[in-house]
């Protein structure tokens, strides 16, 4: 029972965190509270020294069948996208995710669109965090690279208004720029660690089970 309390309890502080932070749109209960401040923060000033609006918008899997055809699976996704984006006031440039799916994308307002190279942040910043599938390290990843590519969003803006965000975690101060990039890929091996201790554990379980027949 306290279990389920205590997984109850953490399932809702996650909801409110990201409907208490504007620039998470939907978050699915896969961000780490310390990279949605972090997030908070960075949408924040990039909102009121670049006059940008950056959000997030991301799923475990987004309802879209694996197996329909190409042809539809698209098109369900461009109309997934076109609610995303519906209300944003412009500019604006939403970091879209669907692990299941294998969906990444940038979608952004027309005026950003030769400022923010998708391609490379996607491709350098995202997609790498969250090439394993590996369900124990899902969170982990997710909070990384959704950070990562955030923040790259806000540096590319900020870099071609001449400005330079205190927030950055790319090309802010060396202690600023190292904690965090300490911090995500210290979510990425803490979680490949849990995962080998789980599966060390069981099998230390499963000799003991077997001995004990």
Do not use: C
Request: overall charge neutral; aromatic content about 8%; cysteine-free.
């Amino acid at each position: 029972m306290k279990i389920k309390l205590l997984l109850v309890i953490t399932l809702l502080a996650s909801t409110l965190n990201a409907t208490q932070n504007p620039y998470i749109l939907f978050d699915d209960g896969l961000m780490d509270p310390r990279a949605q401040d972090k997030i908070f923060e960075i949408g924040e000033e990039t909102k009121s020294k670049l006059q940008v609006n950056l959000y997030i918008h991301v799923y475990e899997n987004n309802g879209i069948d694996l197996d329909a055809t190409r042809e539809l699976r698209k098109n369900m996704m461009k109309e997934k996208e076109k609610l995303m984006i519906e209300g944003l006031e412009k500019p604006y440039a939403v970091l879209a995710i669907s692990i299941e799916q294998l969906y990444t994308n940038i979608l952004m307002s027309e005026d950003l669109e030769r400022i923010i190279d998708k391609d490379d942040i996607l491709d350098g910043y995202v997609i790498p965090l969250l090439a394993s599938k590996d369900k124990n390290t899902l969170y982990a990843k997710t909070s990384a690279a959704v950070l990562n590519g955030y923040a790259q969003m806000a540096d590319s803006i900020a870099a071609s208004q001449n400005i330079t965000l205190d927030s950055s975690i790319g090309s802010a101060g060396k202690t600023t720029s190292s904690i965090w990039r300490v911090f995500m890929y210290t979510l990425v091996v803490t979680g490949l660690v849990l995962y080998i201790v789980i599966i060390l554990r069981e099998k230390k379980y499963k000799k003991r089970s077997q001995s004990g027949k």
